[in-house]
T-cell receptor, first 115, second 112 residues
Framework: DGGITQSPKYLFRKEGQNVTLSCEQN?????MYWYRQDPGQGLRLIYY???????QKGDIAEGYSVSREKKESFPLTVTSAQKNPTAFYLC??????????????FGDGTRLSIL | KQEVTQIPAALSVPEGENLVLNCSFT??????LQWFRQDPGKGLTSLLL???SQREQTSGRLNASLDKSSGRSTLYIAASQPGDSATYLC???????????WGLGTSLAVNP
């Protein structure tokens, strides 16, 4: 079945540690996105990528990094510079169509907590 | 500032009721609007996307409408079932840059 796979489902980070969240899609989508979800707040965009080897900062990119070496994969690294990383992280993807936004499809999320 | 407001924040109804969830937005120049469902601890499921040139979209028991002039969208759920219990989120695309502006959601409980 086509879809978006995020792993792990739960992740714990120690002080000063970088952690990487995986996101893989087999939908042949061009664009991929990372969002952060906190209680009482709307989803906030961290980074997005429209094509391989290219990505742009979203609204809250500080303390995060990404790469897009393959169309199917868009891993997110939460660095030690991110002082409040505890949140639910969601990865999404969509097709590209010139002049027309396509629906975004989401994975099941990764919940990151601080040890 | 572009904002999305969803009212009510929470809703509890008996099974079988028809119900309406509301979404209002401040930017009349939206390109399109998408409704999602989120179950507790899970990711989002896309329900309906309405292009700016459309006024409504239907999928099964769901119907979403879009009125750009008044800055409103509604999600109509017919004959609600306990399995419809979830948080419903609306988000609109502000321009063609694929960035979604999100509401906080309506938490729906359908009681058997």
């Amino acid at each position: 079945d086509g879809g978006i796979t995020q792993s792990p489902k739960y992740l714990f980070r120690k002080e000063g540690q970088n952690v990487t969240l995986s996101c893989e899609q087999n939908l042949n989508h061009d664009a991929m996105y990372w969002y952060r979800q906190d209680p009482g707040q709307g989803l906030r965009l961290i980074y997005y990528s429209q094509i391989v080897n290219d990505f742009q900062k979203g609204d809250i990119a500080e303390g995060y990094s990404v790469s897009r070496e393959k169309k199917e994969s868009f891993p997110l690294t939460v660095t030690s510079a991110q002082k409040n990383p505890t949140a639910f992280y969601l990865c999404a993807s969509s097709m590209f169509q010139l002049g027309r936004n396509q629906p975004q499809h989401f994975g099941d999320g990764t919940r990151l907590s601080i040890l | 500032k572009q904002e999305v407001t969803q009212i009510p924040a929470a809703l509890s109804v008996p099974e079988g009721e028809n119900l309406v969830l509301n979404c209002s937005f401040t930017d009349s120049a939206i390109y399109n609007l998408q409704w999602f469902r989120q179950d507790p601890g899970k990711g989002l499921t896309s329900l309906l996307l309405i292009q700016s040139s459309q006024r409504e979209q239907t999928s099964g028991r769901l119907n979403a409408s879009l009125d750009k002039s008044s800055g409103r969208s509604t999600l109509y759920i017919a004959a609600s079932q306990p399995g419809d219990s979830a948080t419903y989120l609306c988000a609109f695309y502000a321009g063609n840059n694929r960035k979604l502006i999100w509401g906080l959601g309506t938490s729906l409980a359908v009681n058997p």
